[in-house]
């Protein structure tokens, strides 16, 4: 089963250097339709590698690897030209991180820990997002759609 209005599912790399945590991180993406793991990294290093090897929509980002944050990875990938979208599952509470996250393009942020139902609604919210392609008639269908990312009150 894939998401609404695509016939391929969503392509997400894990980015996390927890052993413990990417295995769960893996399991709860593939428990999700419409969505596949395509891969996944435990440094910065090695989600560079998969990312020139192996075709990615999504990228679940920890911010914390052992060989640099996870937002100068981010900054790098856009320099690069890779367009991959990024969710940020990540312990890091910092305000100012979260806005420098959203200035390189980050369209959620998960804090940990978190339950399976969590990462399965932000990743409903974005094969919402995802699936909204073409050009808007208006406003609404803009706001819809970036609605589309927002948690619930």
Do not use: C, N, W
């Not at 969505?35 to 990312?51: H, M, P, Y």
């Not at 075709?55 to 367009?83: E, F, K, M, N, W």
């Not at 200035?103 to 699936?131: C, G, I």
């Amino acid at each position: 089963m894939t998401a609404p209005g695509r016939s391929a599912p969503i392509r997400v790399l894990v980015v996390e250097d927890d052993p413990v945590a990417a295995d769960a991180h893996r399991l709860y993406v593939a428990r999700v339709p419409g969505f596949a793991v395509a891969g996944t990294a435990r440094t910065r290093a090695e989600a560079v590698r998969l990312l020139d090897q192996v075709p990615v929509d999504l990228i679940l980002l920890d911010l914390y690897l052992p060989d640099g944050h996870g937002l100068a990875l981010l900054r790098s990938l856009r320099t690069a030209g890779h367009a991959a979208d990024v969710i940020a599952v990540t312990s890091a509470r910092d305000l100012a991180v979260v806005r420098e996250g959203v200035s390189l393009s980050v369209v959620q942020y998960v804090l940990k820990p978190f339950a399976f139902a969590t990462l399965r609604d932000r990743l409903l919210r974005y094969a919402e997002f995802h699936a909204a392609a073409g050009e808007a008639g208006g406003q609404d269908e803009v706001d819809r759609a970036l609605a589309a990312l927002r948690a619930p009150a």
